[in-house]
C-alpha cells in the first residue's frame, strides 16, 4: 500500500514537471515570436523611411545612394525576420501592425528639411550602434 502511494506521487510529479516545462516552452516561444514581429515592423518602417528620405535628394548625391542602401539593408533584414517568424510560428505572417509613432516619422521624412532630416538619421544612426553593441540576455532577454 505505502508503495503504491509513493510510485503514484512520482508518476504525478513526472506529469506536472513535464506539463510546467511545456507551459515554459510555450511562454518562451510566445515572448520570442513577439519580439521577432516587433523587430519585423521595426525594419519596414525604417525601410519606408529611409524610402522617402531618399527621394528628397538629387539621383547622383550620395545621401541619396546612402539612403537607397539603408532601405535596401532593411527589407533585408525584414525578409530574414519574417522568415525565422513563419519557422517559429508554422503560419504565414498576415499584417504587421504599424508603430504610433511611424505616422509622425512619416510625416517628418516628407515635411521637414533635409538638413533636420539628416541630422535625425545621424542621431538614429548612433544610436543604433549603441544597441547592437550592448550585451543581450539569452534569447528572451
Known amino acids: 500500500m505505502f508503495t503504491a502511494f509513493s510510485v503514484d506521487t512520482w508518476r504525478s510529479d513526472l506529469a506536472e514537471q513535464k506539463r510546467l516545462h511545456q507551459e515554459q ?6 515572448r ?3 519580439r521577432v514581429r516587433h523587430a ?3 525594419q519596414r518602417e525604417r525601410a519606408l523611411i529611409y524610402r522617402l528620405l531618399a527621394g528628397r535628394f538629387a539621383l547622383d548625391s550620395p545621401h541619396h545612394l546612402l539612403l ?3 532601405a535596401r539593408s532593411a527589407m533585408r533584414r525584414m525578409r530574414r525576420l ?3 517568424l513563419h519557422e517559429l510560428s508554422g503560419t504565414a505572417t498576415s499584417g504587421l501592425p504599424r508603430r504610433w509613432l511611424f505616422a509622425w516619422k512619416y510625416w517628418y521624412a516628407r515635411q521637414a528639411p ?3 532630416a539628416l541630422l535625425q538619421l545621424k542621431y538614429q544612426k548612433s544610436r543604433n550602434e549603441i544597441e547592437q553593441a550592448a550585451p543581450t540576455n539569452g534569447i528572451c532577454g
Open 25 to 30: 516552452l510555450r511562454t518562451r516561444l510566445r
Open 32 to 34: 520570442l515570436r513577439r
Open 40 to 42: 519585423t515592423s521595426v
Open 68 to 70: 537607397r542602401m539603408l
Open 82 to 84: 519574417k522568415a525565422l
Open 114 to 116: 533635409r538638413k533636420w
